[in-house]
């Protein structure tokens, strides 16, 4: 004789989609790609140069290379200045992204990066649960 119950062999495939529908969502919350509320985002750009030591009228201003601009090392640093929440390079194209947990924050130029000034770092940023934050920021090469 069977030990089930002719009720639990009645629940068991409502169970089983009661499974497979949890593990769904489940999956589904998880995806890459979608935006989690927890943490905000700060990005941006920063322009760079000069690049030659004279620039002339009706010559295009040169783009840096990527070489220049992967050297080019950010600090972010708790508001208090002292903790150190993440280090990063610049992308080839002297953009970064990333996340972080919202918070105020000041970044700044990494020591021992090859650029040696910005006019513009340090700078505190308020990052919010859910949105981006846009820092732009120029970069003196110390080229004259």
Do not use: H, W
Request: overall charge positive; proline content about 8%; hydrophobic content about 40%.
């Amino acid at each position: 004789m069977n030990a089930l119950s002719v009720g639990t062999v009645r629940e068991l495939p409502l169970l089983r989609a009661a499974v497979i529908l949890a593990a769904v969502l489940l999956a589904a919350c998880s995806l890459p790609g979608r935006a989690s509320t927890a943490v905000g985002y700060l990005e941006g750009r920063a322009t760079v140069g000069p690049l030659t030591p004279v620039e002339r009228i009706g010559v295009p201003t040169p783009t840096p290379s990527p070489e220049l601009c992967g050297g080019i090392g950010l600090t972010v640093l708790e508001a208090d200045g002292t903790t150190e929440v993440a280090r990063l390079q610049l992308r080839p194209d002297c953009t970064f992204a990333f996340a972080l947990t919202p918070g105020s924050y000041i970044v700044r130029l990494r020591p021992g990066s090859n650029i040696q000034f910005s006019k513009d770092l340090p700078k505190t940023v308020k990052v919010e649960r859910g949105e981006t934050t846009r820092l732009e920021f120029s970069v003196d090469t110390g080229i004259r």
